[in-house]
């Protein structure tokens, strides 16, 4: 449970703080419409509606030390949500650092849309702290249930 508030509170801070630094106006995590007349909620929507965003506080690392790819099939299903939104500018808003450069490495290669625009949110010490502390414990989480 504190894990999970952990990649919230992480979350929350890249919305409220990094976002709005980065596009000069406040989002919020709400329903956005999509294409086929459905509707989505996104982790960030701007003020003005022209932004939508997936946030991932997720590390891009497995225990092992390899690829998390379980974690890239999240991230992929995000961004089939953003390819059906309306908007004009759609964000993949990644904080790990290893998930943010292997999903660019992916999309040079054309196995993520260009139509995506993929921003690593920079941390502040303390939230990366927090956000280090966290993926640790779900790390383990993991490890105990299999």
């Known amino acids: 449970m504190a894990t999970s508030n952990s990649f919230l509170i992480v979350e929350k801070h ?6 709005r630094r980065e596009f000069g106006q406040p989002f919020t995590k709400k329903s956005a419409p999509l294409r086929a007349n459905g509707s989505f ?13 997936c946030i991932s506080a997720n590390s891009g690392r497995a ?7 379980t974690k890239m099939n999240k991230i992929r299903s ?6 059906l939104s309306e908007a004009p500018q759609r964000l993949m808003i990644l904080a790990d650092a290893d998930l943010y450069a292997h999903s660019i490495s ?12 993929i921003c690593h949110a920079g941390l502040s010490a303390d939230m990366q702290v927090l956000l280090s502390e966290a993926q640790r414990a779900a790390s383990i989480e993991i490890i105990s249930e299999a």
């Open 14 to 19: 890249v919305r409220d703080e990094w976002l």
């Open 78 to 83: 995000d961004i089939m949500f953003l390819m």
């Open 41 to 53: 909620e996104f982790d960030a929507v701007s003020e003005d509606g022209r932004n939508v965003g």
């Open 106 to 117: 992916e999309q040079q290669r054309g196995r993520l849309p260009q139509e995506i625009q």
């Open 63 to 69: 225990r092992q030390g390899g690829l998390a790819k």
